[in-house]
């Protein structure tokens, strides 16, 4: 298993870069570093986020920013320790952001769901605002911002997907639990997607859960279709559903990734979902933080 994990993550880091991003080189300012507590006023509600930004960074080139969405209940701590991003960031020199859900106890309104029956847009105004003043108060690279999420932080970034697309390189999701979109999920651009889902997942099954949580397989196939991606698609082994659909529109690849042990987790890094360890195992063969960033900043908006 770990001899496949490891070739599919470098044939993802060997595949061709997109065209450099026109973004111009910022002018040299002064700007915090290291994990960052903010807050901001949207729809009269506070909203909190936490950022993490490379200790080294001179604030002259532009970054690439990457939001990361914590899971129901959770928090943007929560998701910053369990995902690592932070140490990616350090190494590779991006931003990450980690927005706070609303609510007690946090949610994402991600469209209409079971723990959310009606649906309401104020997240996607909260992140519109919040990268808003990214880009304002940071040098940011506006052609390579990239959205991940777990659970119901997935379903958000989806969301972002469906109706941020011309804002969103790209997506990736961890144990996604998707919600359905009243207004439908049409993007104005094919949007790249990976996906990583356990077998063992008890909390968002693999199959779905009645017409409000679809199946992952019939997710990952309407994605294929939305960036009219060929029938054909290649075969993950060992992942006994995992599939890569390579040619699809404007080169926007989608990509499912599974673990037949894998339960209600973020796999791979030294502090996991250990509140849901018993729906399933992690054997360490999947590295979700770093397969998650090698195939989103392959991508860059047109």
Not at 144 to 153: E, H, L, N, P, Q
Not at 174 to 195: E, L
Not at 201 to 206: E, G, Q
């Amino acid at each position: 298993m770990r001899c496949c994990l490891v070739v599919l993550f470098y044939l993802l880091l060997a595949a061709p870069k997109p065209v450099e991003s026109w973004a111009a080189s910022c002018a040299v300012r002064v700007t915090p570093t290291g994990v960052i507590e903010g807050s901001l006023m949207v729809d009269r509600r506070e909203r909190t986020y936490l950022a993490y930004v490379p200790t080294s960074y001179d604030g002259a080139q532009p970054l690439s920013v990457l939001l990361v969405f914590h899971g129901f209940a959770s928090s943007p701590a929560n998701i910053m320790r369990m995902s690592d991003f932070n140490a990616l960031a350090e190494e590779q020199q991006f931003i990450v952001v980690y927005p706070g859900g609303s609510e007690q106890p946090t949610v994402w309104y991600n469209g209409t769901s079971v723990l959310r029956p009606f649906d309401d847009d104020r997240d996607l105004r909260f992140i519109d605002a919040l990268l808003d003043r990214l880009i304002s108060e940071e040098c940011v690279d506006t052609q390579r911002i990239y959205a991940v999420g777990f659970s119901m932080g997935g379903g958000m970034a989806h969301r972002l997907a469906c109706e941020r697309s011309e804002r969103i390189a790209a997506v990736g999701t961890v144990a996604g639990a998707f919600a359905t979109i009243p207004s439908g999920c049409v993007p104005d651009r094919p949007v790249p997607i990976m996906a990583l889902h356990g077998l063992r997942d008890r909390v968002v099954p693999f199959e779905g859960a009645g017409l409000l949580l679809p199946s992952v397989s019939r997710w990952i196939s309407d994605w294929a279709q939305r960036n009219r991606c060929a029938d054909v698609a290649d075969y993950l082994p060992p992942f006994e559903r995992g599939v890569h659909f390579k040619a699809c529109a404007e080169g926007a690849e989608v990509v499912l990734i599974t673990s037949e042990q894998l339960g209600h987790t973020w796999p791979g890094t030294p502090h996991p979902n250990r509140a849901n360890r018993l729906s399933g195992t992690d054997d360490g063969s999947i590295n979700a933080t770093r397969l998650l960033w090698a195939f989103l900043s392959r991508y860059t908006l047109p």
